[in-house]
T-cell receptor, first 116, second 114 residues
Framework: AQSVTQLGSHVSVSEGALVLLRCNYSSSVPPYLFWYVQYPNQGLQLLLKYTTGATLVKGINGFEAEFKKSETSFHLTKPSAHMSDAAEYFCAVSGVGEQGAQKLVFGQGTRLTINP | DTGVSQNPRHKITKRGQNVTFRCDPISEHNRLYWYRQTLGQGPEFLTY????????KSRLLSDRFSAERPKGSFSTLEIQRTEQGDSAMYLC????????????FGNGTRLTVT
């Protein structure tokens, strides 16, 4: 079974400050890990993903995340926050289901607020 | 790539009524997923299609829920005898036939059962 824990349901940072959103996962198989962003009343947009290879992955909008197997973590960072980054962020782990289906297990989400 | 399209965007219904939602995936994607997202929570997997075949269903999908993808293109999710606990955002996602492909989500259908 797989699970995801996002530490902090709400994170508030000042514009220009470092963004750090924490994600820890549990998986019995080598995980695929994802970060998605959700703006109000919209679906989820993929920010970045880790499957295999380089443990530091870069995504869209200046975000990046590092896969640390020893810590079972996949924290999301951005060096300088922008007002447009305000949204809900979801970390997800994927197990391969029947016929190769990607069944994503999501964390509860972290609402990011940017202060001017 | 026109994205995943879901209709309607919002649906308000009275308890006990039946509702049906539609999802049009990205045209070349043969995998289609339904997820449910309640307020303040992350999405939860409901069911998965590969082409027209429904290959996996979550235990969350009670007997009142049924999903189809008759021609391997669009999909419908029907809820019979709706209950207030069914109020949620229903998200559809699609992906091509590749183990590493990320899911592309639609904007969802928000269901409110009164």
């Amino acid at each position: 079974a797989q699970s995801v824990t996002q530490l902090g349901s709400h994170v508030s940072v000042s514009e220009g400050a470092l963004v750090l959103l924490r994600c820890n996962y549990s998986s019995s198989v080598p995980p695929y890990l994802f970060w998605y962003v959700q703006y109000p009343n919209q679906g989820l947009q993929l920010l970045l993903k880790y499957t295999t290879g380089a443990t530091l992955v870069k995504g869209i909008n200046g975000f990046e995340a590092e896969f640390k197997k020893s810590e079972t973590s996949f924290h999301l960072t951005k060096p300088s926050a922008h007002m447009s980054d305000a949204a809900e962020y979801f970390c997800a782990v994927s197990g391969v289901g029947e016929q190769g289906a990607q069944k994503l297990v999501f964390g509860q989400g972290t609402r990011l607020t940017i202060n001017p | 790539d026109t994205g995943v399209s879901q209709n309607p965007r919002h649906k308000i219904t009275k308890r006990g009524q039946n509702v049906t939602f539609r999802c049009d995936p990205i045209s070349e994607h043969n995998r289609l997923y339904w997820y449910r997202q309640t307020l303040g929570q992350g999405p939860e997997f409901l069911t998965y299609f590969q082409n027209e075949a429904q290959l996996e269903k979550s235990r969350l999908l009670s007997d009142r829920f049924s999903a189809e993808r008759p021609k391997g293109s669009f999909s419908t999710l029907e809820i019979q005898r709706t209950e207030q606990g069914d109020s949620a955002m229903y998200l559809c996602a699609s992906s091509p036939f590749s183990d590493n492909s990320p899911l592309h989500f639609g904007n969802g259908t928000r269901l409110t059962v009164t």
